[in-house]
C-alpha cells in the first residue's frame, strides 16, 4: 500500500489516496512518511485559515457592532442596540438588564433571531424579571468578582421556581447552549450586564468568543454611560431654559409694577419743586433732590432689569443703519461728561483717525458707550484720565475706553460680564448699581454681530473695545 499526494492548485484542497500495490506495480518515489508530513501540513494550513477567516468575521462583527452602538445619544436607542447584539453565530441571541443607583434590577430588552420565539418573548414582558439568585444576568455579575460568568447548563434558567409558569414554558421552547454574563461596568462601578445566549445547546465558547463578548460588553457600557450622562445634560439644560424663562417673566413683571410708583414718586417731587403747595426751605430742597436722585436711581435699575430680560429673551428690536462713529463718540461724552468734572476726572479729547462708518443700531451703541464711560468714572479715583477714541480693521470698527482706575483683577476678566458681578466684590460690588450694565452691554454688542472685550492691568486701568461692523460703503474703500 502506497500514498498517491496530489496538491490542487487550490491551497484549500488536498487530494490523498491510498492505493494495494502489486507485484507489477512500480512504487512512488514518495516515500510514506513524506506524504504524512505533506498531508499534516496541508491540515496545519487549513487550520489557519480557518482561524484568520473566523479572526476577521468577529473583528467586522465588533466593528459593526460599535457603529450601531455610537448612532445614537438618546439612551433608549441605546439600550436597543444593546439587545441586538449577540456572538457572530447562527441562532445567538441576547438579554440586556441594568442596575440602578439603588441596585434595583431591571430587564431592558430580550432579542431572539427568530420571529417566533421573539414574538413569545416579547409577552413576556414584566414576567420574566432578573432576580437576585439568578445564575446568569446582573444578579450574577453582581454577586460574581470574576470579569464574567459562564453557565454551562442550559436548563438553569429554569432552576428558580419563581418564575411564573408562563415564563417556564417559553423558556423549555427555547434551545439554549451556554449562557454567557458579561458585566457592564462604568468607573468601577457595575450599571448591569449583557448575557449572551448560545442558540444551540452543548456548544463551546472558545476564548476568542469570550474576547469578543468582553469588548462587546465594554464598549456597550461606554456608549450606555454617555448616552446617559447626554440625557441628563439635556434634562439639565431643559430644566435650566425653564428657570431662566420664569426668571425673566417674574422680573419684566416686577419692574412694570415697580415702574408705576416710582413714575408717582417722580411726579410728586417735580409738583412739590414746582411750590404749587407753598414756598420750601432751603433744608426741604436738599431732601427734595435726595429724593428725586434716589428715584432716579432705583428707575434707571428697572430700567436696566427691563432691558435684561429683553435681550435675553430676544424681544428687543433693533434698527441697525450706518452711523458717524467720530459723531456717536463725541455725543456720548458730552451726555457723561457733567460726571466727569463732578469727580474730578481729566478727559482726553475723543480721538479717531478717520471718518469711519459703524453700521448697527445707534441708540444702543450710545448706551454701551455711556455705561462704559460711566464705569471707567466710577472706578477712576480723583485726577485720573479717560480716554475715548476710535480705529478700524478691514471688517470692523473699535470703540474704545480707557482708564487710569484700579484695574481689573485677572480672575475678574472672565466674570465682570456676567449679570450681578461687579469689579469689587463678587456680586452687588459696592460701588453702585448691581452690575448689569457690562452684561447687558455685551449682549447688545453680540445681538448687532460685535463684541465686547476688556484689558486691564491691577492698579493701572482697564480698556474696554466695543467692536461692531464696519458699513457696507467702508468695506469697500
Excluded at 492505493?19 to 518515489?29: E, F, I, L, Q
Excluded at 431591571?106 to 417566533?116: G, L, T, V, Y
Excluded at 470703540?399 to 472672565?414: C, F, H, N, Q, Y
Aim: glycine share 8%; net charge negative; with cysteine.
Amino acid at each position: 500500500m502506497w500514498f498517491d499526494v496530489d496538491r490542487n492548485h487550490d491551497t484549500k484542497h488536498l487530494v490523498a489516496e491510498l492505493r494495494h500495490s502489486t507485484s507489477g506495480a512500480v512504487a512512488p518515489p514518495a516515500s510514506s512518511e513524506m506524504a504524512e508530513r505533506l498531508l499534516l501540513s496541508a491540515l496545519h494550513e487549513q487550520d489557519m485559515a480557518r482561524d484568520a477567516e473566523l479572526s476577521r468575521l468577529r473583528a467586522a462583527h465588533l466593528s459593526a457592532e460599535s457603529r450601531r452602538l455610537s448612532e445614537s445619544l438618546d439612551e433608549s436607542a441605546t439600550l436597543i442596540a444593546m439587545s441586538q447584539m449577540a456572538l457572530p453565530y447562527p441562532g445567538d441571541w441576547c438579554i440586556v438588564d441594568t442596575l440602578d443607583a439603588g441596585q434595583s434590577m431591571r430587564r431592558q430588552a430580550i432579542i431572539h433571531p427568530d420571529p417566533k420565539m421573539q414574538a413569545a418573548l416579547d409577552d413576556l414582558a414584566g414576567a420574566w424579571t432578573p432576580l437576585a439568585d439568578d445564575r446568569y444576568g446582573v444578579g450574577a455579575a453582581l454577586r460574581s468578582d470574576d470579569s464574567w460568568v459562564l453557565t454551562e447548563d442550559t436548563l438553569v434558567v429554569l432552576d428558580n421556581a419563581v418564575h411564573p409558569s408562563a415564563v417556564r414554558q417559553v423558556l423549555a421552547a427555547l434551545e439554549t447552549g451556554p449562557l454567557l454574563t458579561m458585566p457592564l461596568i462604568v468607573d468601577g462601578g457595575l450599571i448591569g450586564a449583557v448575557t449572551f445566549v448560545a442558540g444551540r445547546p452543548k456548544r463551546e465558547l472558545s476564548e476568542d468568543d469570550i474576547a469578543l463578548a468582553e469588548e462587546l460588553a465594554s464598549r456597550s457600557a461606554l456608549a450606555l454611560d454617555r448616552a446617559r450622562m447626554y440625557g441628563e445634560a439635556v434634562a439639565l439644560r431643559s430644566k435650566a431654559e425653564s428657570a431662566s424663562v420664569a426668571k425673566s417673566a417674574f422680573l419684566s413683571m416686577m419692574s412694570h409694577e415697580l415702574r408705576t410708583p416710582l413714575n408717582a414718586i417722580g411726579g410728586y417731587v417735580e409738583l412739590l419743586g414746582m411750590e404749587i403747595h407753598g414756598p420750601l426751605t432751603a433744608k426741604q430742597r436738599v431732601d427734595l433732590e435726595r429724593i428725586r436722585a434716589n428715584q432716579r436711581y432705583l428707575t434707571g435699575l428697572i430700567t436696566d432689569l427691563l432691558n435684561l430680560t429683553k435681550v435675553g429673551s430676544g424681544t428687543l428690536t433693533y434698527r441697525i443703519a450706518d452711523f458717524d462713529v467720530r459723531e456717536l463718540l463725541a455725543e456720548s461724552v458730552a451726555l457723561i461728561h457733567p460726571l466727569i468734572w463732578q469727580k474730578g476726572l481729566h478727559l482726553d479729547t475723543v480721538a479717531c483717525d478717520g471718518e469711519f462708518i459703524g453700521h448697527a443700531d445707534r441708540e444702543k451703541v450710545i448706551q454701551i458707550v455711556v455705561n462704559l464711560l460711566s464705569n471707567s468714572i466710577k472706578f477712576t479715583p480723583a485726577g485720573g484720565r479717560i480716554l475715548a477714541d476710535c480705529a478700524r480693521t478691514d471688517s470692523a470698527i473699535l470703540m474704545r475706553v480707557t482708564d487710569s482706575g484700579i484695574g481689573i483683577a485677572p480672575e475678574k476678566l472672565d466674570v465682570i460680564f456676567d449679570a450681578f458681578v461687579q469689579v469689587k466684590g463678587d456680586l452687588l460690588g459696592h460701588e453702585g448699581g448691581v452690575g448689569l450694565g457690562l452684561a447687558i452691554s455685551r449682549d447688545l454688542a453680540r445681538d448687532m454681530h460685535g463684541d465686547l472685550t476688556v484689558e486691564s492691568t491691577l492698579g493701572e486701568g482697564a480698556r474696554f473695545t466695543l467692536t461692531l461692523p464696519i458699513a457696507a460703503t467702508e468695506r469697500a474703500g
